[in-house]
């Protein structure tokens, strides 16, 4: 009687051990499923790359330092190099030119639709490079800015200052050989590049508050002293699609392709990043998104 009274103690006993094993093996499996990392995303776009803007460190990349063909997130350093002018006036007025008109024309490119004769102020510019992506805009801020007694030189001269701003921020596979992306067989960049470009023109509060604005109402002075608005409506789809999007900017191109440069926050913290070569416009959004969502949970 009482040897069986000491089994059924023992058999009790190793099964409170065992049981209590489970619940801690139990425990260690959840907290290491909890701590795990999530596994990188798939993306259409030939090239991507994510960083966290606050501490600059990587969070993804896909062949994010071959260099390629960037469309019109080009424009992002056009903006960084015109709102780096020393003693920039943004509300000084720029008579728009037949030649801007002209070369929208002989392009098929895309256009803030800028009236010649017109007076629209560069911050207004800022508007119609930034979001209707108007290559007009680009050439007419090229031409203020850039040194020199011809449209040619103060273009060139334009174009220098983006290139030496891209070797200010070191950077090794950055080229333009254009204001607004349609290149000359030169004009190139990399994710990690570009995304170091917006990193840094993200850092001036008018790019900020350009890039974010889904869009805008522009009141500017026509040839006769009149004056009339201008209607313009953002390119990148993000805005208002996707919690925290703050910018930044969209490109497109026979050989670009669909590229997108991007940028959130949430909950003070901000990832920035860049895909290239997307295959849709609704492919680069999404990517995007992709790679927001990964940056987040990094």
């Known amino acids: 009687m009482n040897t069986g009274i000491k089994g059924i103690r023992r058999a009790t006993a190793v099964t409170v051990t065992f049981t209590a094993g489970a619940v801690l093996v139990g425990g260690v499996f959840a907290s290491g499923a909890q701590a795990a990392t999530p596994a990188p995303p798939t993306i259409v776009a030939k090239g991507g790359f994510v960083m966290n803007n606050g501490t600059g460190s990587t969070l993804f990349t896909k062949a994010a330092d071959t260099r390629r063909s960037t469309g019109s997130t080009t424009k992002i350093m056009t903006a960084k190099v015109v709102l780096a002018q020393r003693g920039l006036n943004l509300d000084s007025k720029v008579t728009i030119q037949k030649a801007y008109s002209d070369y929208i024309v002989s392009k ?13 102020t560069v911050r207004q510019l800022l508007y119609g490079l930034m979001l209707p992506s108007g290559c007009d805009a680009a050439y007419a801020l090229a031409d203020k800015f850039g040194s020199g007694s011809t449209r040619a030189a103060r273009v060139k ?19 333009f050989d254009s204001f607004d992306g349609i290149g000359n067989g030169s004009n190139y960049s990399t994710p990690r590049d570009l995304t170091k470009i917006a990193s840094s023109a993200m850092k001036n509060s008018t790019f900020r508050t350009v890039v974010k604005t889904t869009s805008t109402k522009q009141k500017v002075t026509t040839k006769s002293g009149g004056y009339r608005y201008m209607n ?55 990517d995007a998104k992709k790679l927001m969502d990964y940056g987040f949970k990094r």
């Open 232 to 286: 313009w409506t953002n390119t990148n789809k993000l805005l208002g699609s996707y919690s925290g999007a703050i910018g930044v900017k969209t490109g497109s191109g026979p050989e670009a392709k669909y590229c997108l440069v991007f940028a959130a926050t949430r909950n003070g913290k901000t990832v920035i990043g860049t895909v290239l070569a997307s295959t849709s416009e609704t492919n680069r959004t999404s």
């Open 157 to 175: 001269s334009f174009i220098g200052k983006m290139n030496a701003a891209a070797k200010d921020l070191g950077l090794k596979n950055t080229h």
């Open 108 to 120: 098929g490119a895309s256009s803030a639709r800028l009236i010649v004769g017109d007076k629209v």
